[in-house]
């Protein structure tokens, strides 16, 4: 009976888990998605993945639900002292040296989103960007106060560059294949507006704090997937059409020629008939052609004179 009642709180704590979980899914689930709260939900499953003997410094996938699972999520721990002295790369973000926390708490928990497709364009839906199109997963980074990894509501820190900005590498996700094209970066404040900024080079973007982030190109320089411009179409009809008449001019040619070949062949066979019909005797009760003679009259060879 004692040993059960040692595990009274374990299965107490276990089933509230549950239903946080639950609640979550619903929150992520609903049609009007507000960006702050799908911060909060994917904070509260960094908390809830990260395992107390997770060791410091090392990167550590998220356990996200099926409704989620389009969103690539990891988390790595620090001490705000270590972070600040040596900086950090966290997937696609690179925190140089002199990064600072505020308030530089005791062990905080940085977390890297990739909202992947489906996500990006709801949060991007969220923000007023006119003129452009996203063309890149929103990428975000956060930071939570980690001194208590059991919290049920993380506390979230502010992360900002010290002399070197944080570096966003956008190289392997963006959705541009022309070269000609150089997307511009956006940063998505949390107050709603949105900052839009050159690269500082090739698919490399600069923030001086944490956020959210991604590549966007101007409107006008994309052509919308599968629609062909009308002066192609008008082109591509207008060569379509002539090489089909060619090719039915050809076939008719044909068909005319071979017409007149059959004819002149009839015409051949039935002059050839005509001119060298055969003679039609009676042989017995049977109509037979005859040959008209053509031998040479015989001469009697005994009345031959010769001459004197």
Not at 52 to 64: A, D, E, S
Request: contains cysteine; proline residues 5%; aromatic residues 8%.
């Amino acid at each position: 009976m004692g040993s059960l009642t040692c595990f009274i709180p374990v299965i107490v704590v276990f089933v509230l888990r549950l239903l946080l979980l639950s609640t979550r899914e619903v929150d992520a689930l609903g049609t009007e998605v507000n960006v702050g709260v799908l911060d909060h939900v994917l904070g509260g499953y960094a908390f809830e993945s990260y395992i107390r003997h997770n060791k410091t410094g090392f990167l550590y996938k998220i356990r996200l639900p099926s409704n989620l699972s389009s969103i690539r999520a990891n988390t790595v721990r620090f001490r705000c002292g270590s972070l600040h002295r040596y900086g950090t790369q966290v997937k696609e973000f690179h925190l140089a040296i002199g990064v600072e926390v505020q308030p530089c708490v005791e062990r905080v928990l940085i977390v890297s989103q990739n909202l992947g497709d489906i996500w990006s364009s709801l949060y991007y839906e969220d923000y007023n960007v006119p003129g452009y199109q996203l063309v890149s997963p929103i990428l975000g980074l956060l930071a939570y106060d980690a001194t208590f990894l059991n919290s049920t509501s993380p506390s979230q820190v502010k992360i900002s560059s010290g002399s070197k900005p944080i570096t966003i590498d956008f190289s392997n996700l963006t959705k541009i294949n022309d070269p000609s094209i150089r997307p511009f970066c956006a940063c998505f404040d949390f107050d709603g507006n949105v900052n839009v900024t050159e690269q500082v080079s090739n698919n490399i973007c600069a923030s001086t704090r944490h956020g959210h982030f991604g590549l966007l190109v101007e409107a006008s320089l994309l052509q919308p997937p599968g629609k062909v411009s009308e002066w192609k179409i008008i082109v591509g009809s207008a060569v379509g059409g002539i090489l089909g008449a060619f090719l039915l001019g050809l076939l008719v040619v044909a068909l005319l020629v071979k017409v007149k070949r059959k004819a002149q062949m009839v015409e051949m066979e039935r002059r050839a008939y005509e001119e060298e019909a055969l003679q039609i005797s009676m042989v017995g009760h049977v109509r037979a052609p005859t040959a008209a003679g053509t031998r040479t009259t015989p001469i009697i060879e005994h009345e031959y004179i010769p001459p004197p």
